[in-house]
Structure formats: C-alpha cells, structure tokens
C-alpha cells in the first residue's frame, strides 16, 4: 500500500500498463534490479514512474534522484519531476532502446548525427564531474525519441565522487566493442581505425580538455 499511497501523493490519477518488458504478465517500459518503469498519467500530463523493488538492495530513490537533477543540470537525461522514497517520477521519452532504434535507421547521417550527440552529452557529464556508471554496457541506458533525440537514463549507479569515464565508456560501448550495437555500428558507419581510436581515449583520460576531446570525436565519426 505504501507505494500506491506514495503515487496519489505524485498527484498520479492513473497508470498505464504498456511497454515491451513485462511483469507478471503485465506491460511495462522498463524493468532492472532496483527497480520497474511505468507509464502514469497526472491530470493531461504523461510521465514516466520508476517504482522501487520489494526486494531492491536500495532502501530508496532520493539518490538516482539527486543524480538525475544533477545531469538535467548540463541538459542530459529525462527531465526530473518528482520523488519519494519508492517512486521517482521524470519525463517520459517515447522512443527505442538504441539496439532496436539502430535496426530501423541505417543512414549514416542520422546514426552519426545520433552519436555525436551522445559523445557531447558525455563529454558534459564528465566536466560536471558526474560519472553514470553504466555506459561501457549501455543497450538498455539509451532511448532515441521519434526526433532522434538520444537520452540517457537510469542514474541510479551515478557517482559524483569517482573518477568519470562517461566518453571512455560509451565509445567503448559504440565504436570499440563486438557486441550487437558494436557490429551494427561498425556496418553503417564503416571501418574505424581502432588502435587510432584507443589511442586518442588514453590521451582524452589523461587530461580531459576540449582539444583532446575533439580527437576523440575526429578518431569516432570522421
């Protein structure tokens, strides 16, 4: 009861179960250890609702909250609504997980497009001095909108305290790895100089400026 309570407190008039996770047989947007992703709607208003687990080794949202506020300080992530100790209520962004969004856009254009974009939120967060966590594996930490528009979502691994390696990570993940995205990346965008791109991510850990931050975007895209 207390989490039904706690989305009436939101203002929250009713939820809406859809998406393509599930649980217990119902719909949902998105699901993972601490927690289950919602559709809710308050008054004409839609967002989205990240419940907290029963058995979450979290005992509360207020940090992933705090983190998700501290991006939307340097325009990355969902926008912050709300939270309480089991719900944390954001922007709800209508869109693809990029692993299924990069099956059904294959110009180069908009992938690179797409991607540089994702380096440049990167690269803000990491002059904030806020590392995600989780971005070196990210399939489910990236949702493109309908006007491919990438964000990144769920803060709830962020850490403002331990060295960030927000550009290091997701050109991992993109441009480095040979998993699925990896490959389908590596089709579209052709042949990137690897040993180049290493390269130019061990001088951009080093010293974090702008010059060698436009290496790595040189090494990646170009």
Same mark, same amino acid.
């Given at each position: 009861? @207390? ?33 289950? =992703? /919602?559709?809710?709607? /308050? @008054?004409?208003?839609?967002?989205? =609702?990240?419940?907290? *687990? %029963? @058995?979450?080794? *979290?005992?509360?949202?207020?940090? #992933?909250?705090?983190?998700?506020? #501290?991006?939307?300080? %340097? ?7 709300? +939270? ?9 962004? !209508?869109? !693809? ?9 294959? #110009?180069?254009?908009? +992938?690179?497009? %797409? ?10 967060? @990491? $002059? ?10 990210? &399939?489910?930490?990236?949702? /493109?909108?309908?006007?491919?528009? &990438?964000?990144? +979502? ?8 331990? !060295? ?5 990570? /997701? ?8 998993? &699925? %995205?990896? $490959? ?31 290496? +790595? ?6």
């Amino acid at each position: 009861m @207390d989490r039904i309570s706690e989305l009436q407190e939101h203002g929250i008039s009713s939820v809406d179960f859809t998406g393509k996770n599930s649980v217990f047989s119902l719909p949902i947007l998105g699901k993972g250890f601490v927690g289950i =992703v /919602i559709k809710a709607n /308050i @008054d004409r208003n839609t967002v989205a =609702v990240k419940i907290r *687990r %029963v @058995d979450a080794s *979290r005992k509360e949202l207020q940090h #992933e909250a705090k983190m998700l506020l #501290e991006a939307n300080s %340097v325009q990355v992530g969902p926008k912050f609504q709300s +939270v309480s100790k089991n719900c944390l209520l954001m922007e709800l962004i !209508n869109g !693809n997980l990029l692993p299924l969004w990069l099956k059904s856009h294959s #110009e180069k254009r908009f +992938v690179k497009s %797409v991607f540089k974009d994702l380096l440049n939120q990167c690269r803000r967060l @990491d $002059k904030l001095g806020l590392d995600h966590g989780e971005l070196s594996k990210a &399939p489910k930490h990236i949702i /493109i909108d309908k006007k491919m528009k &990438p964000y990144i +979502v769920d803060f709830e691994t962020a850490s403002n305290t331990r !060295n960030v390696s927000n550009v290091t990570s /997701i050109c991992q993940f993109l441009f480095l790895s040979y998993g &699925p %995205v990896g $490959k389908t990346a590596l089709k579209i965008l052709g042949n990137r100089n690897r040993n180049k791109i290493i390269k130019v991510l061990k001088k951009y850990k080093t010293k974090k400026t702008n010059e060698n931050f436009n290496l +790595v975007l040189q090494a990646c895209l170009y």
